[in-house]
């Protein structure tokens, strides 16, 4: 079975969850900009939740998809719609015969992640299927996705064969099916806080840089990309002159460059750098950053280190159980 790509959208690629194990090499991680999203819509299809799903931003394509194919779309609300009918999101979707999906206007978020059952037929680069277009190495020919592709899929895992039996026992007659249950995810509001901890050079930053870090608005600005999302805002200065070498990052590291401007670095993010670093987002809440767009604000809020690692185990307590539902259902 195969996707052929009808329209490609704005930025259309092949991301599984990066290339983890290279940094020390120069390597960037790269990945899903929404790792939570692309890990739940793999689970729906059973899948092994690292597999790689076809990221969507803001703009969506337009796809051919073959009968047989079980589906699911987590993350950003594109509107969309197979054959002109409304699909509905963060469920397992049965497709009962060859159809188009299309993706149409952004109702929230920023990024949609849709996944395969078996996953999609991509050899791995450096144990990844991520793709990163300025290298142009990994996913579909080390590029974003263009019209007239066709990407295969693998076979179905047995958890995949369970799923897509229990969904054929009903609406047959129908484009496609889904069953009554689904992921009920949190929701987000443009005022949520993003939470923080603080990084090596905090203390750095003058006492009023640290009082406005926490207590202002930031815009995302329209020079943001998957490397990482520019802010403005109240400018952030230091105590005194500041010489640094280049130090490791992470994802969500906040960097303050001399222009004031902070800047969240995120999954196409480099894997040093030489400017200070006044926070850092706890991984819970990437997946909040990542579905903003150009525009839209960002608030911060301290939290400890045993506050993040303790929101860190209560996330994979959820995915966690989340698996062991889907299997009860089935």
């Known amino acids: 079975m195969s996707i052929t790509v009808l329209k490609s959208g704005l930025l ?23 790792t939570f999203s692309l890990r739940l819509s793999n689970i729906l299809v059973g899948n092994d939740e690292g597999e790689a799903a076809i990221e969507i931003t803001l703009l969506g394509p337009s ?33 009962h015969k060859k159809s188009v999906l299309k993706f149409g206007s952004c109702k929230f978020g920023c990024r949609s992640y849709l996944a395969v059952a078996g996953g999609y037929k991509i050899e791995e680069v450096m144990k990844s299927k991520s793709t ?3 290298a142009g190495i990994g996913g579909f020919k080390g590029r ?15 958890l995949s064969k369970k799923i897509i039996n229990s969904l054929c026992k009903k609406d047959v007659d129908s484009l496609f099916t889904y069953p009554n249950w689904y992921i009920e995810r949190e929701k987000y509001n443009s005022d949520d806080f993003v939470r923080v901890i603080h990084e090596r050079q905090f203390n750095e930053f003058n006492s009023e840089s640290q009082n406005n870090f926490f207590n202002s608005k930031f815009s995302i600005s329209t020079q943001s990309d998957r490397m990482g999302y520019r802010l403005t805002g109240e400018e952030l200065k230091l105590k005194d002159h ?21 800047i969240v ?11 200070p670093k006044i926070a ?18 960002l608030r911060f809020k301290e939290v400890s280190l045993k506050e993040a690692e303790e929101l860190y185990i209560e996330r994979e307590r959820y995915i966690n159980n989340l698996k062991t539902s889907i299997n009860l259902k089935l």
């Open 280 to 297: 850092k987002i706890v991984d819970v809440d990437i997946c909040k950053v990542v579905q903003k767009k150009p525009g839209e604000f």
């Open 63 to 95: 796809l051919i998809i073959d009968k047989g194919m079980l589906i699911s779309i987590t993350g950003a609300n594109l509107s969309p719609t197979i054959d002109g009918m409304q699909v509905p999101m963060n469920r397992p979707i049965y497709l």
């Open 132 to 134: 990163y277009i300025r």
């Open 12 to 34: 259309t690629s092949i991301q599984d969850l990066g290339r983890n194990q290279y940094q020390k090499y120069g390597i960037i991680v790269s990945g899903a900009m929404d």
């Open 265 to 275: 670095l995120l999954a196409d993010r480099q894997t040093t750098g030489g400017y």
């Open 242 to 262: 500041l010489e640094m070498i280049s130090e490791p990052v992470s994802l969500g590291t906040i960097q303050v460059p001399p222009d004031g401007n902070p």
């Open 144 to 158: 974003s996705l263009k019209k007239d592709d066709v990407i295969d899929t693998n076979p179905h895992s047995s």
